[in-house]
């Protein structure tokens, strides 16, 4: 089983997720993609299972620090992903791809029941 965890290092939730990805025993890649950067196959895919309003974090500084006409344009998937592509700051942190199925965010109970049952 292949796992990916999304994310840059110093995001608390980021930080979260890996510590307890690492103490239930999951094997997983980290992938920053601040210094790894992100292909747009990559997001495309995310998109293809969630929804942009989901992976785009509104609440965020970087979303706050765009101009209204850069938030006014961002209206569907295929805004949404020129905007992640040009400011991967803005994705909600972390985006675990568990095997081709992705998830946005971190809680305990989230990734309980993500993981139950599944192979560590």
Same mark, same amino acid.
């Given at each position: 089983m292949k796992r990916t965890l999304y994310g840059i290092p110093n995001c608390d939730t980021v930080k979260k997720a890996r510590t307890w990805l690492a103490d239930n025993g999951h094997d997983f890649t980290f992938h920053d993609f601040k210094k790894q950067g992100l292909e747009r196959a990559t997001v495309q895919q995310w998109l293809g299972q969630l929804d942009w309003e989901?992976?785009?974090?509104?609440?965020?500084? /970087?979303w706050r620090n765009l101009t209204d006409a850069q938030k006014?344009?961002?209206?569907?998937? /295929?805004?949404?992903?020129e905007l992640i592509?040009?400011?991967?700051?803005?994705?909600?942190r972390p985006?675990?791809?568990?095997d081709g199925k992705f998830s946005v965010g971190f809680s305990d109970a989230q990734y309980r029941a993500i993981f139950e049952g599944a192979p560590a």
């Open positions: 989901v992976l785009v974090n509104r609440k965020g500084l /970087t006014a344009a961002v209206t569907d998937k /295929t805004s949404a992903l592509l040009s400011n991967p700051s803005v994705i909600k985006v675990l791809d568990n």
